[in-house]
């Protein structure tokens, strides 16, 4: 098993910056594919960026050229840094770890209780 914890959220103005951190429990975080979720107020939760075990990354076009993911696996630890925000980019920010086999990033394994992220115009 592993445990996520999600932090870095927070207000922003719109066109600013975040970094968003997961770090994650246990000795095995460099088997995972790990991923970054979001959902918004009345909307569904949706993928935003995934990173494979061995460092492909993968972004929902909505973010991408915006947010860069990554992971240090000496730390255990994923992040996602997000520039440019816009208001819509308002959501609750998840973690979440895909153990093999791995799924592609549809049916994660393991999930983090989430940071909100709020960009004002």
């Known amino acids: 098993q592993v445990q996520l914890v999600e932090s870095g959220g927070g207000l922003v103005q719109a066109g600013g910056s975040l970094r968003l951190s997961c770090a994650a429990s246990g000795r095995t975080f460099s088997n995972y594919a790990m991923g970054w979720f979001r959902q918004a107020p009345g909307k569904e939760r949706e993928f935003v960026a995934g990173?494979?075990?061995?460092?492909?990354?993968y972004y929902a076009d909505s973010v991408k050229g915006r947010f860069t993911i990554s992971r240090d696996n000496a730390k255990n630890t994923m992040y996602l840094q997000m520039n440019s925000l816009k208001p819509e980019d308002t959501a609750v920010y998840s973690c979440?770890?895909?153990?093999?086999?791995?799924?592609?990033?549809?049916?994660?394994?393991?999930w983090g209780k989430g940071t909100l992220v709020t960009v004002s115009s």
């Open positions: 979440a770890a895909d153990a093999p086999p791995y799924s592609d990033f549809r049916t994660m394994d393991y």
């Open positions: 990173i494979s075990r061995r460092g492909s990354t």
